[in-house]
């Protein structure tokens, strides 16, 4: 007596096969676009920062290199602009479906918002309902706001 079965393997074989190779296919796809969109950004970061290091030399110059900046880092420039001591480009990385252009600014740093006063743990040990008397290095009226959450 013949199975009417035989051979049913090989096909179930063959379609797991290529279910694995477009799942693979596409974890690679995903992969390429990650690699580039990295690319572009590092490129665009670069360039900016180097823009930003030459203003003084006028537009031209910075944004020339810039552009070699991003050269050397695989990608090309699309558009670079400085204002002032600020510059403003745009880098673009991979081919047809997996080109990316990314912005970047630098110039230099505005102005620091102060740092926060360092807590003691000392200062945050009390008891249910009750402030802390400890006294933080800054005065004790800042020490007053420290309180357990929750109460």
Same mark, same amino acid.
């Given at each position: 007596m013949v199975s009417q079965d035989r051979g049913s393997a090989t096909v179930w074989t063959v379609g797991a096969i290529a279910v694995?190779?477009?799942v693979f296919g596409a974890v690679l796809a995903m992969g390429?676009?990650?690699?580039?969109?990295?690319?572009?950004? &590092?490129?665009?970061?670069?360039?900016?920062?180097?823009?930003?290091?030459?203003?003084?030399?006028? &537009?031209?110059?910075?944004?020339?290199?810039?552009?070699?900046?991003?050269?050397?880092?695989?990608?090309?420039?699309?558009?670079?602009?400085?204002? &002032?001591?600020?510059?403003?480009?745009?880098a673009a990385s991979g081919r047809g479906p997996f080109s990316v252009e990314v912005r970047s600014r630098a110039g230099p740093a505005g102005p620091v918002a102060p740092a926060p006063s360092p807590v003691r743990p000392s200062a945050l040990?009390?008891?249910? &309902?009750?402030?802390?008397g400890a006294v933080d290095p800054i005065g004790p009226e800042a020490a007053t706001e420290f309180r357990r959450p929750g109460m």
């Open positions: 694995l190779c477009a390429h676009a990650v690699v580039v969109r990295h690319r572009a950004a &590092g490129a665009a970061d670069l360039a900016a920062l180097a823009a930003a290091d030459h203003w003084m030399d006028g &537009g031209r110059r910075a944004c020339g290199t810039a552009e070699r900046v991003a050269r050397a880092q695989g990608a090309r420039l699309v558009r670079c602009a400085i204002e &002032g001591d600020v510059s403003e480009v745009t040990r009390s008891g249910p &309902g009750e402030t802390s």
